[in-house]
């Protein structure tokens, strides 16, 4: 098994050299005996574990920490500060930028090598994990688009026969029951294209197709569908467009339609009585121009706990067996992958007189 790595930064070569005695039979050590050429040496091959001294000349110890931890590609490597200094905010500090223990000089050859075993026993275990979690979201990834695909191939053709059946069959009973089949077929089929889907963004990327469209006629065929779907269920449905919305606008607009149907087809699911609604407008965050869509209901609301776990795989805000509204809790993990890949936000609320609210954020693009 190849050695784990330590690289000692310290500007004192008796420092090193006691540091090197206490560690040299165990791991491959590397040294530096300043911030700068730490940090060159690091980015260049990062080791397993850092003891750094915090005072040094130029770059200091609580500097170059601070660099590392800032950085995507070296934050998560273990630092232990050794130092001479012994005061609380100094110990706070350090633990604070990320630091994972303290050393104090003068260095005990005993302390150093049982901390440093410890400490890198405690990485091997938490990279074992993450390859362990990554290797078992892939097979789930793979099996959710090999399962997906299967259960589709089937799924086409029984929902074709049953329309052609349909067409011709001239008992009521037979129809009936006919239709209750393709009805369950078809919500099957939304199930495996929302697990298709799902597959789809976390294997390819899924990257939007941004390119100009009119909003008006794209607003409109949404407004049409939210109208059709709320009549169904003898709902109301309320739309209302901010004046100042632009002729056209820049986005994936089959993206923006995706999501902006999940939720309209979710205010209607969980609403039995009342309406829901849609308003579009202009909404300027942290000082950039955002198109903003809030979808909302007169349904059963959202548990607060729940607010942010529905955005989640597989998650429904209420997950029992015997819930009155069936399906995967897909529906809005995909509409939040799609809107984080459109670099918009999308959130939910709970609305003072009932309901709630969905709110979509996309930037405001111009053509």
């Not at 529906?331 to 999308?346: F, K, P, Q, V, Y």
């Amino acid at each position: 098994m190849k050695r784990q790595t330590v690289m000692i930064v310290d500007d004192t070569p008796a420092n090193i050299e006691i540091l090197s005695e206490s560690l040299g039979d165990d791991y491959e050590l590397f040294f530096a005996t300043s911030g700068a050429d730490a940090l060159e040496l690091i980015r260049a091959d990062k080791p397993d574990l850092i003891l750094l001294d915090i005072m040094m000349p130029g770059m200091d110890g609580f500097e170059l920490c601070t660099i590392l931890k800032s950085d995507p590609a070296t934050r998560d490597i273990p630092i232990i500060f050794v130092t001479a200094m012994i005061e609380e905010e100094q110990e706070i500090k350090g633990l604070e930028l990320g630091a994972i223990d303290y050393l104090t000089k003068p260095i005990s050859p005993h302390i150093v090598r049982a901390r440093v075993k410890n400490h890198l026993e405690l990485k091997r275990y938490r990279d074992l994990l993450e390859t362990l979690a990554s290797a078992a979201d892939r097979a789930k990834k793979e099996f959710l688009r090999s399962v997906s695909h299967e259960l589709r191939t089937p799924l086409t053709p029984i929902i074709g026969m049953t329309d052609l059946v349909l067409n011709s069959e001239e008992d009521d009973n037979k129809r009936k029951y006919l239709g209750m089949v393709q009805k369950s077929a078809l919500r099957l089929l939304g199930i495996v294209e929302d697990l298709i889907e799902t597959s789809r963004l976390e294997g390819e990327g899924g990257a939007p197709e941004n390119a100009p469209f009119q909003l008006k006629p794209f607003l409109d065929t949404i407004t049409m569908e939210a109208r059709a779907l709320a009549q169904a269920k003898g709902l109301q449905c309320a739309v209302l467009l901010d004046p100042a919305l632009p002729a056209a606008v820049v986005s994936d607009q089959g993206m923006l339609h995706k999501v902006l149907s999940m939720l309209l087809g979710n205010a209607v699911k969980f609403t039995s009585e009342g309406g829901v609604g849609l308003e579009v407008r202009v909404q300027e965050t942290a000082g950039i121009p955002m198109l903003q869509f809030s979808v909302s209901d007169t349904g059963v609301g959202i548990d607060p706990v729940d607010l942010e776990r529905i955005f989640s795989d597989f998650t429904q805000s209420d997950g029992s067996i015997t819930r009155s509204f069936p399906g995967l809790g897909l529906g809005l993990t995909l509409a939040r992958r799609m809107t984080e890949l459109m670099d918009g936000s999308i959130w939910a609320e709970n609305a003072p007189e009932g309901g709630s609210v969905f709110q979509l954020q996309i930037p405001l693009v111009l053509p």
